[in-house]
Every structure is written in C-alpha cells, then in structure tokens.
C-alpha cells in the first residue's frame, strides 16, 4: 500500500462491552471526511469497559476488522481507540509560569501546561488527556490563541483525564494482536460528544451521558471545552441482568425483552397495547407470561439508580448550574424506552436523545447505517482521530504538549509489553 493513500485513512476501533465496531474513512486535502468500511461484532472479552479476556476480545476485534477492511478493500494499519472504565478518573489543575520574553510563545504555553499537569497519581495510574480549560495573562482571561500576547505571568487550568497503565494496556495488546498498531488511546465520552454534542451545546453548557453496556460515561462541555468528566459504573446491562434474574429467563432473552417491550418511566405504560407478553423459551421448549408493567417494575430502580449516581456527582461538584443546555442521552442504553422523560424529571432540565450527526460543513452526512447512539463513540473517535474537532489547541500544535504527553504515555505502555 503507497504511503500517500495511507496518510487519507483514518481508522477507530470502538471497543465496547458489548460490541466492538471499526469505522475506516478517507480524508482528501479540505479534511472532508468519507465512510467507506464498517465492521461489527458482539464482545465477549470485556467487563465494565474493562478488557476482562484478551484472547475473546481478540477474536471479536479480528472479525470485526475483516469485515470493515473487505468492505472498504482497505488493510488497517494503525487506530485511534477509545478507553473508559472505573479505573478513569479526572481532575481539574492549575499551573502557573513567568513569561521569559514579554510576549507569550509556544514554549510558554507548553511549560504552563507541564506545570498544571504536575499532579501527584495514584500508583498504576497515568495520564490520558490534558484539556486546557482557560489561560490567564497576568490574572486577564485570554483566549486559546494566546501565543503573541504580552504579559508577564500566564496561568493556565486544564482538565486531567488518568487511567490504569494495565487497562490501556490490555487494549493496546489486545489491538496488536490482531496486526494493528493503536495511534491514539481517547477517552470515550470525549469522542461521543464530539459526534453528538452540537457546538452551540459546547459552548453554552451541555452534559452528555453515554450509557453504554458495561458502563455511562458523563461529560460536561462549557465555553467549547470540558469542564468535567466521570466514568459511572453501570449502564445497559444492568437491566439486562435485573430482566434475567427478576423474570427468572435466560439473559439472551431478558437482551431481547428490554429492547422489544422494557420501559423506565411509568407513562409509557398508557401508551402500551398489552398488557401481558408471552415469551417462547426456545430451548426448554414453553412459553412464559409475564405481565407487561413488571418490566417498569423491574427497570426503572435502575434507570433511577443511573440518574441518582449522576445527581449525586452534580451535587458533590456544584454542576447544576453549568448545563442551560441540558444532557445530552446517548450509547445503547438511551434507546430504552422512556430514558428522556425519566431523565427530565429527575434532573428538571432539557434532554435529548444524541445520535452521530455531521456539524462541519467538510464532512459528508452521517451514513444510516451509523446514526444511532450505539455509534457515537464509533463516529467521534472517527472526527477525533481525523483532526476535524480537537477541543484543545495544544493536541494541534506540532511541538504540541500532548504529542509529548501521548509520546511518554506510549513509552509507558510499550515499555510494559
Ligand atoms: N433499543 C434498545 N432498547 C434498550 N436498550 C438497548 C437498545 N439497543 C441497545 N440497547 C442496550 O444498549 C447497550 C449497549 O450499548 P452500546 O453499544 O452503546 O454499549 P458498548 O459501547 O458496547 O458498551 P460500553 O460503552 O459500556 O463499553 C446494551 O446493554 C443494549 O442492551
Ligand atoms: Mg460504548
């Protein structure tokens, strides 16, 4: 393969809890953005966004990619991946630097970053992202394009996004194993909002909560930059497993029953035509009636249980007030029906349902085939990747920060390999 076709290609592996999907793209010279592979398939090595079995998850990743590389007739070469679990965990930090020559360059902007970044971690955790939130010249907040500015001290706050070295890790692995070298590790939520999330949302204050199948990833957006994320520790299949063992039926068709006829908010239940529901259990050969409004029963202590993990976490902060524009329900658990109107109620704000769209004029409309919020972390970490909507001006920068940062974080990755 020539290297100039290699350098039009971006391909993202979303490796879920229940599914790992491959999106490949063309990118021309505008940065105009084409679809031109899919590939899917269920995931069994994983637990809580966690890769629990490598050799699972290599199995799945190596169907998955075949598919979208016969699609696309393209081989895979290197990915951007994204990551979540329990082991993310964030903070906000300041640093602080004298300017050396009056006027702010780039060696100022890295040296303020470096010194915000200079944290104490947990044992076993490194850094995966540093998000400039604001710059400050001489106490004055300043926009990003603050190199050029005069002043004497530049402060800098930046949002700091760490991981276990071992989960990155097992994900690199795990991506090697199949022939495809990881280019980037980003962190799920991060990729959704860039697919979901419209920029106005990012600026006048957004959250956004994927809620995947292992676990419901929460970010909030203000003034075009994230301002707070957290990793919740349950998500789709939950319910699932609640279905399974509340109905006393096998988890494949508890997975089907939720999708078919599950809902969380009681409303929804008027709008119903049964009121019993008979299942076939194939195997066992019989049939089982079950009474429709047991499903509410059933899922919606945790629809609440998501929803109160999530107010508790706007309390402790003091977040409320940052999201005029409400939260943003994506990944496969927002599909659950009535998940917008529980949420409406219980955080008395907008909600909306988020799928993959197309906010930059330079990028092709959002195949069909992906405009689900199951896709957002596929499509987001496809524009992330890509370039198309980097938040931070630091990740754009060739003697970026970030490069640094992803250099030493890919040391400490393949060091342990
Ligand atoms: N129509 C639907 N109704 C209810 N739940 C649904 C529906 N479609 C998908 N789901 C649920 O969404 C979950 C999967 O969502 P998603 O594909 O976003 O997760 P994932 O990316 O594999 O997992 P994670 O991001 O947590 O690692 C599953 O629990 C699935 O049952
Ligand atoms: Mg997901």
Request: net charge negative; charged share 20%.
């Amino acid at each position: 393969m020539g290297k100039s076709i290699l350098k039009d290609i971006v391909s993202v592996i979303d490796i879920g809890t229940t599914k790992i999907c491959v999106l490949i793209a063309t990118q021309d010279s505008d940065g105009k953005l084409d679809l031109i592979g899919f590939g899917q398939h269920p995931s069994y090595g994983l637990k809580k966004g966690v890769i629990v079995n490598v050799t699972k998850t290599v199995d799945s990743l190596k169907k998955a990619i075949k598919q979208a590389e016969n699609m696309s007739g393209i081989q895979i070469d290197t990915v951007a991946v994204g990551i979540s679990g329990g082991h993310i965990n964030s903070l906000n930090s300041t640093g602080v630097v004298a300017i050396k020559n009056k006027d702010i360059n780039q060696d100022d902007v890295d040296r303020v970053v470096e010194a915000a970044k200079a944290v104490a971690l947990p044992q076993g955790q490194e850094i995966l992202h540093v998000l400039p939130q604001y710059f400050k010249i001489d106490g004055q907040e300043c926009i990003l394009d603050s190199i050029g500015m005069h002043g004497i001290r530049l402060e800098a706050q930046v949002h700091i996004i760490t991981g276990a070295v071992c989960s990155a890790q097992n994900i690199i692995k795990a991506c090697e194993m199949t022939g495809v070298r990881v280019s980037d590790i980003v962190l799920e939520q991060i990729a959704s909002a860039d697919a979901v999330l419209t920029p106005s949302e990012k600026e006048l204050g957004v959250g956004i909560l994927d809620i995947g199948g292992g676990t419901s990833d929460f970010a909030i957006y203000r003034d075009g930059r994230i301002m707070h994320s957290k990793v919740l520790p349950i998500a789709g299949n939950h319910f699932t497993n609640d279905l399974a063992i509340g109905l006393g039926i096998p988890i494949e068709k508890a997975e089907e029953l939720k999708k078919t006829h599950g809902f969380v908010f009681e409303e929804c239940f008027l709008d119903l035509d049964n009121d019993k529901i008979t299942i076939d259990l194939e195997y066992e050969n019989k049939t089982k009636n079950i009474e429709t409004y047991s499903l509410y029963e059933i899922l919606n202590p945790r629809a609440e249980e998501i929803f109160d993990l999530l107010c508790d976490e706007l309390v402790k902060y003091r977040l409320q007030g940052f999201m005029p524009s409400g939260i943003v329900l994506t990944g496969g658990g927002s599909l659950l029906l009535g998940m917008q109107n529980l949420a409406k109620n219980k955080f008395g704000m907008p909600i909306r349902i988020g799928v993959p769209s197309c906010y930059k004029s330079n990028i092709t409309p959002v195949p069909d085939l992906i405009k689900s919020p199951v896709y957002a972390t596929g499509y987001g970490l496809l524009l992330y990747a890509s370039g198309q909507d980097r938040l931070d001006f630091i990740a754009n920068s060739d003697n970026s920060a970030f490069k640094k940062i992803f250099k030493r974080m890919k040391s400490w990755i393949y060091d342990f390999l």
